[in-house]
């Protein structure tokens, strides 16, 4: 069984440019979740994808979007690349909204 | 809305000995609780959950975890600490009876393992 899959691993951008990361979720997980975790802080909600529809957002700008694709698969799109947003993004996926979440290993993006 | 607040930014503990990590919660319905393990450049791996029933809930690695709503707690503990346990913890709430299982994450206990 294949695991949640995030890439790139890395990536370094510069402020003002667009970001995409992206996300496979676990065979048969229908609920996406994206988190923003900066050093040394906890993961902080982003949003979720529940079957393609969004299910919530936490208290992230509108730069900040997002797509989930009929295979479940997930992108994490962000624009006008701001210093603070250089963290660990880890995107989470579950067989349902109720259900435990299983992580990725995430992606470090690197804002100079 | 909930909370969590994790006491403790950096846990040092011996080989062997006991592991006792504190986590206290905000809700206002009854709480999912979870405690999740991050290893360096890793992802976040699920040791425990709590969702009904029973209070005492067993993890993954020989960690249990027990629900007490008096004191609004859900610490996690482990008997011998082995070298392997070093690593980030985490502690989360949701509310599902709220009609949200997302859930809110501390800011996390590193705990460190001396030989």
């Known amino acids: 069984e294949t695991g949640v899959t995030q890439s790139p691993t890395h990536l370094i951008k510069t402020r003002g440019q667009q970001v995409t990361l992206r996300c496979s979720s676990q065979?048969?997980?229908?609920?996406v979740s994206w988190y923003q975790q900066a050093l040394g802080q906890g993961p902080q909600f982003i949003f979720q994808?529940?079957?393609?529809?969004?299910?919530g957002r936490g208290n992230f700008p509108p730069r900040f979007s997002g797509l989930q694709f009929p295979n479940y698969s997930s992108e994490l799109n962000v624009n006008a690349l701001e210093l603070d947003d250089s963290a660990l993004y880890l995107c989470?996926?579950?067989?349902?909204?109720?259900?435990?979440?299983?992580f990725g290993d995430g992606t470090r993006l690197s804002i100079l | 809305a909930q909370s969590v607040t994790q006491l403790g930014s950096h846990v040092s503990v011996s080989e062997g000995a006991l592991v006792l990590l504190r986590c206290n919660y905000s809700s206002s319905v009854p709480p999912y609780l979870f405690w999740y393990v991050q290893y360096p450049n890793q992802g976040l791996q699920l040791l425990l959950k709590y969702t009904t029933g029973a209070t005492l809930v067993k993890g993954i690695n020989g960690f249990e975890a027990e629900f007490k709503k008096s004191e609004t707690s859900f610490h996690l503990t482990k008997p011998s600490a082995h070298m392997s346990d070093a690593a980030e913890y985490f502690c989360?709430?949701?509310?599902?009876?709220?009609?949200?299982?997302?859930?809110?994450f501390g800011r996390g206990t590193s705990l460190i393992v001396h030989p």
């Open positions: 989360a709430v949701s509310d599902p009876g709220g009609g949200s299982y997302i859930p809110t």
């Open positions: 065979s048969g997980h229908n609920t």
């Open positions: 989470a996926s579950s067989l349902g909204r109720d259900q435990p979440q299983h």
């Open positions: 994808y529940y079957r393609e529809e969004e299910n």
